[in-house]
């Protein structure tokens, strides 16, 4: 027996069973690094959906204090009076929401309802709103919170910009097989 080939082959063998252990934790640390920076990346895209939630632009927010006030100036406190309380509802209610991932569509609907009423104070600014839910249970469907609301603002500030009189937004939802709304 060769003792020196002996020698470098149980020498080898442990080199190969350290390297092999030293490759494992590498792939582990990897994949731990990974899974870390998956859970940070899934936060981010949280907070900032949170974000997009409870977004409501300042220059609409503004329009509607203005248009509140101009009310008051106008002497027409009842008027005034009352899309302040909507106003009150519609951003408590819309603050609420944007806290939850998932709300019933229903609420959704509301509040741009709330929002389109809003818009409409002055006759120039009026929006006229057609819903269209043929038998849909407007609770029954959740959707992410916000997820209506930015699109209706959205269209409403850019597609009524040139149109001063008659402008019209319809919501139309409708039921298709195994229970999907369009």
């Known amino acids: 027996i060769n003792f020196t080939r002996v020698g470098i082959l149980i020498e ?12 494992r934790l590498d792939v582990a640390e990897r994949a731990s690094y990974k899974r870390q920076l998956l859970y940070f990346e899934e936060k981010v895209a949280e907070f ?21 006030k101009s009310l008051n100036e106008q002497k027409r406190y009842n008027e005034a009076e009352h899309y302040a309380s909507l106003f009150a509802i ?8 944007s806290l939850k991932k998932y709300i019933p569509l229903a609420k959704e609907l509301d509040d741009i309802e709330k929002y389109i009423q809003l818009r409409s104070i002055h006759p120039d600014k009026k929006i006229d ?16 919170s916000g997820m209506l609301f930015p699109i209706i603002e959205n269209a409403i500030d850019h597609a009524f910009l040139q149109i001063h009189e008659n402008k019209q937004l319809v919501i139309e939802l409708a039921e298709l097989v195994d229970e999907q709304l369009i």
């Open 129 to 144: 709103l057609t819903k269209k839910y043929k038998g849909i249970d407007l609770n029954y469907y959740m959707i992410p």
């Open 12 to 23: 080898n063998l442990f080199f190969m069973a350290g390297l092999s252990y030293k490759v």
């Open 48 to 68: 900032h959906q949170k974000a997009m939630q409870a977004k409501i632009s300042q220059h609409t927010a503004t329009n509607i204090v203005q248009d509140i």
């Open 90 to 97: 519609f951003l408590r209610q819309h603050y609420e929401q």
